[in-house]
């Protein structure tokens, strides 16, 4: 069973930068489509950004510009480079895959989430 392992969660302040990781284990990891969602209280969970295998990427509104999705050499971690972060930001942030798939199927694999909190 492939396991998604977040890490890099935060307390920053306003227009600071964080690095979300997510690490994938377990059997053969084969994924065409990786993301990262949040989830801030109160309101439901929402797509940040994805990746699909041959590198095209798509980011919410919200994020664009200031959010970088990317894909480690070995394939197997995901990475989320956060700038200019705001309080609005803040939310737990989950990886998600399609384990076996393509990004025309369900989310299948999840994180157990990393914290960023963002002050003003």
């Known amino acids: 069973q492939v396991q998604l392992v977040e890490s890099g969660g935060d307390s920053v302040q306003a227009g600071g930068s964080l690095r979300l990781s997510c690490v994938a284990s377990?059997?053969?990891?084969?994924?065409?489509?990786k993301a990262w969602f949040r989830q801030a209280p109160g309101k439901e969970r929402e797509e940040v950004a994805r990746?699909?295998?041959?590198?095209?990427?798509t980011y919410a509104d919200s994020v664009k510009g200031r959010f970088i999705i990317s894909l480690g050499n070995a394939k197997n971690t995901l990475y989320l480079q956060m700038n200019n972060l705001q309080p609005e930001d803040t939310a737990v942030y989950y990886c998600?895959?399609?384990?076996?798939?393509?990004?025309?199927?369900?989310?299948?694999?999840w994180g157990q989430g990393t914290q960023v909190t963002v002050s003003s």
């Open positions: 998600a895959a399609v384990v076996g798939g393509y990004c025309d199927r369900p989310f299948n694999t």
């Open positions: 377990g059997y053969t990891y084969s994924s065409y489509c």
């Open positions: 990746i699909e295998t041959d590198g095209d990427t």
